[in-house]
């Protein structure tokens, strides 16, 4: 069967007309995985065999008409930092490379209920720690749009798999950026939702007041269809709330945007910022006012510092989030002289380079003496770039920004250049630090390359920037021109 540019919405109506079954969906997908892994490696692993479990029981309650929900059926690739009981959960690292995850996240949790399948789990940067999936202890995944780039990251192996047809939909995480960056350069849609729309208990934390688990979809509407599925409450994890009446999603996603006022921050129009980025995200922004939106330059002046706050406020979490991993209670154990040399050991053997400057980051940031002078302070501003939005927010129904300042770069070229590898969460970390959503949506090329536009929105208003990425999408066409090459 044909899946090349499927959507999620196409294989649901596929389902439900019998046009495929489940287990034609999963081989297929499941082939086409295998087939892509020797060249993009988006999957860690691939559940063939579980997933043909699932789908031959799919098809079963289907025939006897006790289908659980329109994702009965589905195939859906997880992000490796997410448990899937009875797999392997390493989260790209050396760490747990041998770790069985011995529960299932919310989110798949929510996802199996209702009958969809788990296809296998995603490549990434090491703990989500990086923006190439180059950190990755199973090596780097590769943009279908050109194997010699990085696909973005941390989310990198979601976003591939769905850009080359491994996989219809995929769920990542985004602590920064880590759903949306890596969407931009490979050509399809990433939604960050709200802190606190979806769950995040089974989702191995990085930086626990940023970290958001997010929806990578070829289409908009593909988008709602998924955040809808494991959006809500969950008593497993005290951030996560329940979604009033005026936060749901309606059936439809809006496709008119008539007097829709839409804010344009200057300071995300500065140099540093390729002309071909500038051109399409500016094209894009011309395109909304043809369809009814207004315009608006606004002003964010404390994003000037989102950067600086998140690479402070990330590190100190990390330094306290992966203190967990000793090599005591599980993951990789180096068996030293002493309790202190086998944390040593196994620390030292099982984290790679990103992760323990990030480590060491965080542990100086917040220790004695220089508390206030880094977490405390960057606290503070994080608050003054929250309120900056909340005013904004009283002009403007939503801002577009520029997703990523350069379309996607050789594989290998910042490497060494850490802090050039921030810089490229540039236009993406604010919304973490604000606790936002947002969805990058393709704009354009540029050098051949995928360029996306983000629109970023009030806390828990998805479904404006939902109606207005799919109504540009509408008129537009659609994406399938954002389809990549073929690689084989």
């Known amino acids: 069967m044909q899946i090349r540019g499927n959507t999620l919405r196409k294989i649901i109506n596929g389902l439900e007309a019998g046009d495929w079954s489940a287990k034609e969906l999963v081989t297929a997908y499941a082939n086409q995985a295998k087939e892509k892994q020797v060249v993009t490696h988006a999957f860690i692993d691939v559940h063939e065999e579980a997933a043909l479990v699932a789908a031959n029981e799919s098809d079963q309650r289907r025939a006897r008409g006790e289908s659980r929900s329109r994702f009965d059926g589905v195939p859906i690739a997880i992000k490796d930092n997410l ?30 209920q209702d009958g969809g399948i ?20 199973h090596g780097p995944s590769k943009n279908p749009w050109d194997i010699e780039r990085i696909p973005g990251g941390s989310s990198g192996g979601s976003v591939v798999a769905v850009a080359e047809g491994s996989a219809p939909a995929a769920l990542g995480s985004d602590t920064g950026g880590s759903v949306r960056q890596p969407a931009a350069l490979c050509g399809v849609v990433g939604l960050k939702p709200t802190y606190g729309r979806v769950s995040r208990y089974g989702l191995m934390a990085m930086a626990s007041s940023l970290d958001q688990i997010g929806p990578v979809t070829r289409t908009v509407d593909d988008a709602a269809l998924l955040l809808r599925e494991i959006e809500g409450r969950d008593l497993n994890d005290s951030t996560s709330l329940e979604i009033k009446n005026e936060w749901r999603l309606p059936d439809s996603l809006s496709t008119s945007i008539k007097g829709l006022r839409i804010g344009l921050p200057k300071e995300y129009f500065v140099s540093g910022m390729e002309p071909g980025v500038e051109t399409a995200v500016r094209a894009t922004a011309d395109r909304l006012t043809e369809l009814g939106a207004e315009l608006k330059e606004i002003e964010l ?9 998140y690479y402070v406020l990330m590190p100190c979490e990390v330094s306290a989030n992966l203190a967990r991993y000793d090599g005591i209670r599980f ?16 620390r030292g053997s099982g984290f790679g380079r990103e992760v323990r400057r990030r480590i060491m980051i965080g542990t100086y940031a917040l220790s004695s003496g220089y508390y206030d002078a880094y ?14 939005f909340a005013r904004a927010f009283s002009d403007v129904d939503c801002i577009l920004t520029p997703t990523t300042p350069t379309v996607a770069w050789k594989l290998g070229e910042m490497s060494d250049d850490p802090l050039s590898m921030y810089l490229q969460d540039i236009y993406t970390v604010s919304v973490n630090v604000a606790g936002l959503p947002a ?27 939902l109606g207005a990425a799919h109504t540009y999408e509408i008129a537009e066409g659609g994406f399938d021109r954002f389809l990549p090459p073929e690689i084989n």
């Open 83 to 112: 448990m899937v009981a009875g797999h392997r959960a390493t989260a790209g690292s050396a760490i747990l490379k041998d770790y069985i995850a011995p529960y299932d996240a919310t989110v798949v949790k929510r996802l199996k």
């Open 118 to 137: 788990v296809l296998g789990k995603t490549n990434m940067d090491e703990f989500a720690m990086g923006s190439s999936t180059e950190t990755s202890y």
């Open 301 to 309: 002046p404390h994003s000037k510092h989102a950067l600086a706050v």
């Open 439 to 465: 969805i990058t949506f393709p704009s354009g090329l540029s050098e051949g390359l995928p360029v996306g536009a983000q629109l970023i929105g009030r806390q828990f208003d998805e479904k404006t920037i």
């Open 375 to 388: 977490y405390l302070q960057a606290m503070k501003v994080r608050r003054l770039i929250a309120n900056d």
């Open 331 to 346: 993951g990789l154990r180096e068996s030293g002289d002493s309790l202190e040399d086998t944390y040593c050991r196994s």
